[in-house]
Structure formats: structure tokens, C-alpha cells
Nanobody, 118 residues
Framework: QVQLVESGGGLVQAGGSLRLSCVAS????????MAWYRQAPGKQRELVAS???????NYADSVKGRFTISEDNAKNTVYLQMNSLKPEDTAVYYC????????????WGQGTQVTVSS
């Protein structure tokens, strides 16, 4: 079993910053990618940012230049630094880990609420 525990969400004013953390524990092996997704009320879950074990990153257009994803491989932890937050960034943010070689295993955290007030 793999557990993902997110932290760092909360309420912030527009223009503010938050830093999300996600720690993976349990039967961790061959992590391919760690990522952050978000889901706003009435909308589909969308990819916010991802990072491969090799350090390659990918961002949604809506967060480029404002959000930064990073990881600490030794701690199996992924971070999302969110700056210049906007009300439209309000959502539940989910951590995601993709593991495995021949067979891929996909795990999700329980989510952390981020609310940006105008």
C-alpha cells in the first residue's frame, strides 16, 4: 500500500502565496512521476504540474510563471509553490504518484483545499 499525505492548503488573499507538500510512504518503488492536480466545484480534475524522477517538469498554461513544482527524492516528497494566486486557483488540490516499470500504479492523495479570496 502507498499513502500520500498532502498539507499546506488554506485560505489566502489574491496575490498571496501558498506551498503545498505531499509525502509518499509505504511500498514505494520506481517512482516515474509526481504531480499535482486540482478540481474546482463543477469542473473536471485537471493537471496543474508534474515532475519526473529525472527532474523534467510540465505545467498547465494557466499556472506557468506562477507555480513551481519540485521534489525531494530522498524524502519521496513533492512540493508545489504557488505565487500570485488568483481566485480562479480555488480548488481541491490532489497529489498524484505514478510508479512502476512494466506495470504502472497510480496513487492519489486525499486532497487539500486551497481558497483564494478576491
Amino acid at each position: 500500500q502507498v499513502q500520500l499525505v498532502e498539507s499546506g492548503g488554506g485560505l489566502v488573499q489574491a496575490g498571496g502565496s501558498l506551498r503545498l507538500s505531499c509525502v509518499a510512504s509505504g511500498s514505494i518503488f520506481s517512482i516515474n512521476t509526481m504531480a499535482w492536480y486540482r478540481q474546482a466545484p463543477g469542473k473536471q480534475r485537471e493537471l496543474v504540474a508534474s515532475i519526473t524522477r529525472g527532474g523534467s517538469t510540465n505545467y498547465a498554461d494557466s499556472v506557468k510563471g506562477r507555480f513551481t513544482i519540485s521534489e525531494d527524492n530522498a524524502k519521496n516528497t513533492v512540493y508545489l509553490q504557488m505565487n500570485s494566486l488568483k481566485p480562479e486557483d480555488t480548488a481541491v488540490y490532489y497529489c498524484n504518484v505514478l510508479m512502476g516499470v512494466a506495470i504502472h500504479y497510480n496513487y492519489w492523495g486525499q486532497g487539500t483545499q486551497v481558497t483564494v479570496s478576491s
